[in-house]
């Protein structure tokens, strides 16, 4: 029995790997920190810009923002070497510490944290390793609490991505897709993306989104929680990574480790990230995204659409955002 135990931990660290920094753990595992030094790419004249995001609890603390010159062909973790001090586990794909800030498996609860990296505000499939890194991508990587959500498949924190440079090299097309009565505010979220440098975008009414967009398509759903395809989402707001959902007409708000801590009525908006539940290829794709704005009434709804088409700068490093009284609220 007790064999059959340590068998099922072990199975269990190794599935919860994979889940968390994208990295697919290797049978014969170090377990322990180890550091790590990946071999440079010589610095040419076909060098590019990337990001390096590194924040903690869901986005709040902002530990680097730095924008670096490396080679074409630099993975993620090479790039994160130039700027940090990093440790790893799980034969060296694993990321364990940055800047000696290390994960934590034990302890109960309380003490469930790691670091969970994006590319361009999705979460990766794949580890630092194996992430190679183009002409101005943002990699994050957060350290956060994870027993509530171990996955958040997209954040808004990185707007105008991935809209803009997609995952991987792979940008789908953007579709803002609206309600009656929201096709000015869908048009000035357009407009912004369009400003920002984003080139394949569009809008129209909801009611004439077409399958093969819906399942491949960058969606922006502007609308009311009570239509068909928010009303889907809101139903599986756990399998998407929500930490705010749509009760009797109501915005509820979860914290990190998932407790409720507030209930938004009349005139409150929210703008959330998930990678596409209509994707045949599931909610881990890394390809395709679903943003929704809407709100508890017309009024949040245009108060969501509003901020993100002219306030997107106080989106950035959030996870999602409410939008209530002119102030926008970082969730969770």
Not at 49 to 63: A, C, E, I, P, S
Not at 190 to 216: F, W
Not at 225 to 243: A, D, H, I, P, Q
Request: aromatic share 8%; proline share 5%.
């Amino acid at each position: 029995m007790k064999a059959s135990r340590w068998i099922l931990s072990i199975v269990s660290i190794m599935a919860l790997a994979l889940l968390l920094n994208g990295c697919s753990p290797e049978p014969a595992a170090v377990t322990e920190p180890v550091s790590v030094t990946t071999e440079p790419v010589p610095i040419t004249d076909d060098n590019i810009d990337v990001r390096v995001v590194v924040t903690r609890d869901f986005g709040r603390q902002v530990l680097l923002d730095a924008t670096i010159e490396v080679a074409p062909g630099c993975s993620s973790l090479a790039a994160l070497e130039q700027v940090t001090d990093v440790t790893t586990a799980y034969g060296g794909g694993f990321v364990d510490s940055i800047n000696g800030l290390r994960s934590q498996y034990s302890g109960g609860q309380a003490e469930q944290y790691d670091w969970l990296v994006y590319f361009n505000g999705i979460q990766s499939k794949t580890g630092a390793l194996d992430y190679t890194l183009r002409q101005d991508d943002v990699q994050r990587w957060d350290f956060r609490h994870w027993s509530f959500r171990i996955s958040v498949p997209a954040i808004v924190g990185d707007f105008p991505e991935p809209f803009l440079h997609g995952y991987a090299g792979r940008v789908k097309p953007t579709i803002i897709v609206y309600d009656g009565g929201f096709e000015q505010d869908a048009e000035a979220v357009e407009d912004a993306l369009l400003g920002l440098g984003v080139a394949d975008v569009s809008s129209q009414p909801i009611s004439e989104l077409g399958d093969d967009d819906k399942r491949n398509a960058n969606l922006i759903i502007i609308g009311y929680s009570g239509g068909e395809m928010l009303t889907e989402m809101n139903g599986v707001w756990n399998r998407l990574g929500f930490f705010a959902r749509f009760e009797d007409g109501m915005l509820d708000i979860y914290t990190g480790t998932g407790e409720k801590v507030g209930r938004y009525g009349p005139g409150t908006g929210i703008i959330q990230a998930t990678q596409s539940p209509w994707n045949p290829r599931g909610t881990a794709a890394c390809e395709n995204v679903v943003w929704m704005v809407s709100g508890t009434d017309a009024a949040g709804i245009e108060a969501a659409a509003q901020a993100l088409a002219t306030r997107s700068s106080e989106l950035q490093h959030a996870f999602a955002v409410v939008v209530t009284g002119g102030e926008i609220i970082r969730v969770p």
